[in-house]
């Protein structure tokens, strides 16, 4: 105890040396932890945005003459970087014309269910079926067709017999919910899976019994042209699209806007990384001869401890001790440094960046942080350690 107090008590009153080793700490570790923050602030913003477009995490086959059964879809529902996915019929049926009392609209549609990603984002639940299905309308198709949620359009339904009869169904369907203006501009509509099956069924003259219209009886499992595929997160889009490639099917995904991202991270990565190298040669090499110097200004007291009977391990204690000061110093004020600067860059480009902060370093990055600092400045010390465990207390007697 008495060597640590001395060393405290020598660290205060070199306030000049200490001061300067503390500020040359502070000035080389906060533009790492800055230049840290903002490639997490940058990363960390641009998937959120990302994210926030939920078809960005969409897969989806290329088209062909490839047909996928309810048993494969299943089997991708339970993978587990699968969010959701659902089939899609034959274009026949997902292209409809819709009437309400004001205007009559062609409506592009497509089948949704609960946990449909589009719709869990815009907080619209999704349609049902029923003996009155619900429809779930884009902003554009509201608009165009002049309706409201609650309020009731008719789907205008036409097919061929075999005998070359025209015939036509109308189909009342409850509006259920309308999506903001930022998630399509088309004229779009979602609808329950199985409505969308019957209306194939119907166009194919395939009888559908619960909605009493005629026709041949099915006789092949139902197939599906295609399907839309969510992934959990972007690392799973790349994971998803492998399992399928395996699978023999070709799909698209949003991969470039994904390597993007990689790539930005991955170069501000290595920009850290080379700074960081600089950075600790730095002040490895400062710290390095501050305690060298120490020790060499001190052996005389050194010598006195030993003769008084202090240990060798104590007296290694003394440079260590005091070069944890200083790194435990030189954290606190880069880290408030650190915080002004964050508050600054994120005051300055808040209406650019949207109220996302630019700049931001948790809790665990601090203590990464820290543990590097005073992993390198103990290993920086311990030449200075070893020279004032090794001082001769016979020199000192020689010198009185």
């Known amino acids: 105890m008495l060597t640590l107090s001395l060393a405290v008590k020598d660290w205060l009153y070199e306030r000049t040396l200490t001061v300067c080793a503390i500020l040359a700490l502070a000035g080389m570790l906060t533009p790492i932890l800055v230049i840290d923050g903002v490639r997490n602030g940058v990363i960390t913003g641009m998937r959120e945005r990302l994210l926030q477009d939920p078809m960005v995490l969409v897969i989806s086959p290329y088209a062909g003459k490839e047909t996928y059964s309810k048993a494969f879809l299943e089997e991708l529902r339970t993978h587990p970087a699968t969010r959701f996915v659902i089939g899609k019929t034959r274009a026949i049926a997902n292209d409809i014309s819709v009437r309400s009392h004001v205007a009559q609209l062609p409506l592009h549609t497509e089948p949704a269910a609960s946990g449909e990603p589009v719709l869990v984002q815009a907080n619209v639940p999704a349609p049902k079926d029923g003996n009155v299905p619900e429809l779930v309308l884009s902003h554009h198709s509201a608009q165009s067709l002049g309706v409201q949620v609650g309020e009731t359009v008719t789907a205008l339904l036409g097919r061929k017999t075999p005998e070359g009869k025209r015939e036509s169904w109308e189909l009342a369907m409850t509006v259920s919910g309308i999506l903001p203006p930022s998630v399509s501009d088309r004229s779009l509509g979602f609808l329950p899976l199985s409505l969308l099956e019957d209306i194939q069924d119907y166009r194919d003259f395939v009888a559908v019994p619960n909605r009493k ?135 300055l480009f808040f209406e650019q960046s949207g109220g996302l902060a630019l700049c931001r ?15 390198f400045a103990g290993l920086t010390a311990l030449y200075a350690s070893l020279r004032a465990a090794a001082v001769d207390p016979a020199a000192v007697i020689r010198e009185q």
């Open 361 to 375: 370093l948790g809790i665990a990055d601090f203590c990464v942080a820290a543990l590097v600092v005073f992993g």
């Open 213 to 347: 219209t005629s026709g041949v009886k099915r006789t092949a499992p139902r197939e599906y042209e295609s399907f839309r595929l969510y992934a959990k997160d972007l690392d799973a889009v790349e994971e998803l699209a492998r399992y399928l490639a395996e699978k023999g099917v070709n799909v698209r995904t949003k991969a470039h806007e994904i390597a993007q991202i990689r790539g930005i991270d991955w170069a501000l990565q290595r920009v850290i990384m080379l700074l960081g190298i600089a950075v600790a040669i730095g002040f490895g090499a400062f710290l390095m001869s501050s305690a060298k110097g120490a020790v060499a200004r001190k052996l005389r007291m050194l010598g006195l401890l030993r003769l008084f009977g202090v240990s060798r391990w104590a007296l290694m204690s003394y440079p260590l001790v005091q070069i944890a000061l200083t790194s435990l110093a030189g954290l606190v004020l880069s880290g408030t440094a650190y915080a002004i600067v964050a508050y600054a860059i994120d005051a």
